[in-house]
């Protein structure tokens, strides 16, 4: 879970409905609201500390992209158009599960760390909050996850 900018509220991912969905909720109200509703498994929320913006992972579409929201859910962007990565089953991919992908947002908002199965490995990618500037930042036959970027 990650905390949002107010402090107010958390946002997770929950495996409920057969698929994983993104949740936020609210600590006073201890009501929790789905935020992402399309037919796909959206996971490895995290938030911005200088934004209003949720980023994640989703497999809409078949394969893992990047993908940022508003806390409220509005506002769905595909920040990553053609990664090519591994498909998504239920029961994880290849050697790693869900769990192990991480998304994390620069201390000033303006880039997002995240992991991906790509080619056959775990490898790290960072992107400009806008979808630009794309890089793959490890490429090797090792399992590079949970990237976090330090506050």
């Known amino acids: 879970p990650h905390w949002t900018s107010d ?3 958390i ?3 929950s495996g409920r409905e057969n ?4 949740y936020i909720k609210s600590i006073a109200r201890g009501e929790a ?3 992402t509703t399309e037919s796909s498994n959206d996971f490895a929320p995290s938030t911005s500390k200088n934004t209003n913006k949720i980023a994640y992972l989703s497999d809409a579409g078949g394969e893992i992209n990047l993908y940022t929201m508003h806390t409220d859910g509005s506002n769905k962007r595909k920040l990553t ?5 591994v498909k998504f089953t239920i029961n994880g991919y290849e ?8 998304t994390s947002w620069s201390p000033d908002g303006k880039q997002i760390v995240f992991n991906i199965p790509y080619k056959g490995n775990m490898e790290l990618f960072i992107v400009n909050s ?13 399992t590079d996850m949970s990237p ?3 506050h």
């Open 11 to 13: 946002v997770f991912t």
């Open 130 to 142: 806008d979808g630009s500037d794309l890089k793959q930042i490890t490429n090797n036959g090792d």
């Open 81 to 85: 158009a053609a990664l090519d990565s």
């Open 19 to 22: 698929d994983y969905s993104i």
């Open 33 to 35: 609201k789905k935020l």
């Open 95 to 102: 050697d790693s599960g869900c769990w192990a992908m991480k």
């Open 7 to 9: 402090g107010k509220s």
């Open 148 to 150: 976090f970027w330090m």
